[in-house]
């Protein structure tokens, strides 16, 4: 099916392993998602356990990354933290990808009228800022992760499709589609079982790089308090309640801020290492 898909990635996992980058953004993406999963067990106290008379107090023993204005676990909230950021990239980039595939798919290969208006439709979308938009889809909607998961998905689409479409063009007329319409494979059949395995490369690709911008946009949009409320934790909404305290408690701003870092970090590791591993132009690829 294609050009030696077998082949292809089983290169591509071998090249992957000697990626120093990959394996380093492999272990804070992997750290990040258990924390996420265990956060329960993990987490010293639960997130929304208030002590007064524990009050801003700066790391030590007891509270190794220190408490915020209500006496609450700065460890404990950015482990759950976790869990907001984690989820809104991946919810967000399967809607995101699930559409911008599809239309991409269907542009590259119908082609005419179709491509046409499927294109059209991304430029229009592509005319507005990403994080504008997605701020003003969450206050039509209202804040909440919910909303968080339908405007960032929403947002991030036309550059999928324009991604695949391209692909799509390229492959369009290649010799095993050919067979595959030959013996009287159906259209769905083509796009989803000979089509779309040939361009699943670039896909992960994106859909990687694309999580460390969803990571991005959440923080941005729970900092303005359209994202997760209060008492959720979530890390934008912690750097943001936590910067009227800057000059007094910074512990409250600067471990958000690096968990927001180290997690796009990360999963711009991965994506580097990925783009490296799966591509067939390298010497080393297969033919």
Do not use: K
């Not at 208006?117 to 990403?130: A, K, T, Y």
């Amino acid at each position: 099916m294609g050009y030696g898909m077998d082949g292809l990635w089983a290169r591509a996992r071998r090249r992957l392993g000697r990626n120093r980058g990959a394996r380093a953004g492999l272990v804070i993406v992997g750290t990040l998602a258990v924390a996420a999963l265990l956060a329960p067990v993990l987490a010293p106290q639960p997130p929304g356990r208030m002590d007064l008379d524990r009050v801003l107090l700066p790391p030590g023993p007891g509270h190794p990354l220190g408490t915020d204005y209500f006496g609450r676990d700065m460890l404990s909230r950015l482990i759950y933290g976790a869990r907001v950021s984690l989820t809104v990239g991946v919810v967000a980039q399967s809607l995101s990808a699930t559409v911008g595939v599809t239309l991409g798919l269907v542009a590259g290969y119908c082609g005419g009228w179709t491509d046409l208006v499927i294109m059209r439709l991304v430029e229009l979308m592509l005319c507005f800022p990403d994080l504008l938009l997605a701020v003003g889809l969450t206050v039509a909607l209202g804040p909440g992760p919910y909303t968080l998961f339908l405007a960032l998905g929403l947002v991030g689409w036309p550059g999928m499709a324009r991604l695949v479409r391209g692909e799509a063009l390229a492959l369009r007329d290649r010799e095993f589609l050919e067979a595959a319409r030959a013996t009287g494979t159906g259209p769905v059949r083509v796009l989803w079982g000979h089509l779309f395995p040939n361009c699943l490369s670039p896909v992960i690709i994106a859909v990687t790089g694309g999580m460390a911008a969803c990571i991005m946009a959440e923080a941005s949009l729970s900092f303005l308090g359209l994202g997760a409320q209060p008492p959720t934790p979530s890390w934008g909404s912690m750097l943001n309640l936590g910067r009227p305290y800057l000059h007094l408690a910074p512990h409250l701003v600067i471990f958000p801020g690096l968990a927001i870092a180290l997690a796009v970090f990360g999963f711009n590791l991965l994506g580097d290492g990925l783009r490296d591993a799966l591509d067939p132009r390298r010497s080393d690829f297969p033919g």
